[in-house]
């Protein structure tokens, strides 16, 4: 008998029991579950106080990833020198592009992809990366960031940039121009790091391995490159793909007029390039970057990044922003421009669907 007259039935005691244990279970897994995610950050518990979407990813610095990535772009960049002066690149064909030209694959694709890939992966194990080539997970790679930013990047961007982890998106070429790479055309080659928030393009690494130079930009934030101080708007000097060009030419001496200069070059990396001032004795320069064909989001975010924070634009042919989440693939070609009207220049260009030039 209990006391002050009370009787407690076993079926009670036993259901109170279960409703006990029911919400001390509920509020240990909550506890155990904030503890986690704080850790898989490297973060302090009970630090911080992030809010919203940080719950789940937790924040990453832009300014800390640009640093890493301007180390990837560097470190892969090494690898693709290295193979290419070994002269054994183990070319292979991915298959065909739409067009019909092999997409080629060589030993620096894959080991430059290895090293820019751990390296990002292992400093911001949170984000999305997306990358030009199949990653084996059977041959991982733990290379750590020594949370060293460059001087240079501290000169220009004097605070952190804290943003959603799970609102990244990061796009990695390994090796752009790879079938100038099989040529040996070594100008043209260049690694590249992209990081886009909320599918927008924030940060563009691009990195010439063979003359060794590095452009990189942050949006709202600093760059190591400028654009030039004049560009021919009316006779641009306009700058193409050489493998991959489909009706460029046609399209281009239709807008602009056969005075137009033509400069056929290897990739996407390069061709962004010859927009700025870029003190690369190797590098041609352009007034614009027109692409008709299909091409790929690592192929041109880094570019449109470096080209948004300077104040330039890289869109569809019909003017359309590029959206750095989702599918890998831009079907309506590329404008690039700086310093220059650029919604002027698309109602310029023809419509590509109509007049079949794609
Ligand atoms: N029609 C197409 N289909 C697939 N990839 C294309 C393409 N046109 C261009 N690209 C890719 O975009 C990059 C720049 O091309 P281009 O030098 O012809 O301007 C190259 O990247 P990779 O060398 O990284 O493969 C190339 O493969
Ligand atoms: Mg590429």
Redesign the pocket.
Known sequence: MAPMGIRLSPLGVAVFCLLGLGVLYHLYSGFLAGRFSLFGLGGEPGGGGAAGPAADGGTVDLREMLAVSVLAAVRGGDEVRRVRESNVLHEKSKGK???G?E??MTSGDVLSNRKMFYLLKTSFPNVQINT?EHVDAADQEVILWDHKIPEDILKEIATPKEVPAESVTVWI?P??????YTEDLRK?VTTMVCVAVNGKPVLGVIHKPFSEYTAWAMVDGGSNVKARTSYNEKTPRIVV??????MVKQVALQTFGNQTTIIP????GY?VLALLDVPDKSQEKADLYI?V????K??ICAGNAILKALGGHMTTLNGEEISYTGSDGIEGGLLASIRMNHQALVRKLPDLEKTGHK
């Open positions: 592009t739409r067009e030209a997409d080629k030009e070429d090796l752009d121009a790879t079938q100038e043209y793909s050489r493998s991959h060009s489909g070059a290897g990739g996407a061709k692409h064909t299909y091409i790929k690592w192929d």
